[in-house]
């Protein structure tokens, strides 16, 4: 994500004031990405500054900022043919941090950063394994924030599997001097959380399908509730 610095590519945050602004050091999961073996080959596109920059009644759209423009999902890119259209594509492409790279198979995997759905958002929107760490499991050192009790890196991948060792990849050994939250979570042995894997581990769930969008059950509880009032 373009907010997560680096020293070989610029980083911009998706705001033109940074455009092509190389940073003088890295942030700490960048260079624990490279000791892992890593190669870094992109950054992904954002909302401007993790959509921080613009509320109502003119909000920053969801996914686009003024270097790149917009994030459009990989599943149907095609824009949104409405005459009220921005240039969005006609599949929502999800949160603040792109996943759409992973999702066209440009990489294996992307890191996004999350304060409030940035992470999950995108990766349910284009099919991909988000997760979100407790806050101080990855240092934000080197991570341009919105809020130090929110903010936290995280993997997204095609395969649960890539997001558990990408995982173990971002983590720190020892507590980050310059992010005192990373001393509230101690790693696994080698950072190494695929021994946690369970292949079976959704045998026997159960998956919930509404059948109603979320507007009409509102409507018609509203709707019932007005009619017990009256009859009350």
Not at 94 to 106: D, E, K, L, V
């Amino acid at each position: 994500k373009d907010i997560i610095q680096t020293t070989n590519m610029p980083t911009t945050g998706g705001a033109l004031a940074f455009r092509g602004y190389i940073p003088p050091y890295e942030a700490t999961l960048t260079k624990n990405l490279r000791d892992a073996g890593a190669i870094i080959i992109a950054k992904t596109s954002l909302t401007e500054l993790a959509n921080w920059v613009a509320g109502p009644p003119t909000p920053m759209p969801t996914n686009y900022n003024a270097i790149t423009g917009h994030g459009l999902n990989p599943y149907d890119p095609r824009p949104d043919p409405r005459e009220i259209s921005d240039g969005r594509s006609v599949l929502f492409a999800g949160g603040s941090s792109s996943g759409i790279g992973t999702t066209a198979n440009f990489w294996a995997g992307n890191v996004g950063t999350e304060t409030s759905g940035s992470i999950l958002t995108p990766a349910v929107a284009t099919m991909l394994v988000g997760i979100k760490p407790t806050v101080g499991r990855i240092s934000r050192y080197g991570v341009i924030p919105i809020t130090e009790d929110q903010d936290t890196p995280g993997p997204m991948a095609r395969s649960v599997t890539d997001a558990a060792i990408l995982l173990g990849a971002l983590e720190s050994a020892r507590p980050d001097p310059h992010d005192a939250a990373t001393g509230r979570c101690t790693p696994p042995p080698n950072r190494d959380y695929t021994p946690y894997l369970k292949r079976n581990g959704l045998q026997g769930a159960r998956i919930g399908v509404p059948r109603k969008r979320s507007e009409e059950h509102t409507s018609e509880l509203q709707s019932r509730l007005h009619l017990v009032c009256r009859l009350l």
